[in-house]
């Protein structure tokens, strides 16, 4: 949670700067990250000592 002004009454979050860019107050509210994806995966036991990696390429992970 970020704010502009006064503390929100649960005083929890972090206060930005007035009338700055998107970009400021991103790296101020400490959210200036990317989000990347990766296709879904998970190991499948064949047998007792073999397993495979299934993918789901039409499904993503964040």
């Known amino acids: 949670m970020a ?3 006064q503390t929100p009454w649960l005083g929890l979050g972090n206060q930005l700067s ?3 860019p998107i970009e400021v107050w991103q790296k101020q ?9 990766a296709p879904v995966q998970f190991m ?13 390429p039409q499904s993503k992970v964040l």
């Open 3 to 5: 704010y502009v002004g």
């Open 18 to 20: 007035p009338n700055q």
């Open 29 to 37: 509210a400490g959210m200036n990250w990317d989000i990347k994806e």
């Open 44 to 56: 499948d036991s064949v047998d007792a000592t073999q397993s495979r990696l299934i993918t789901f």
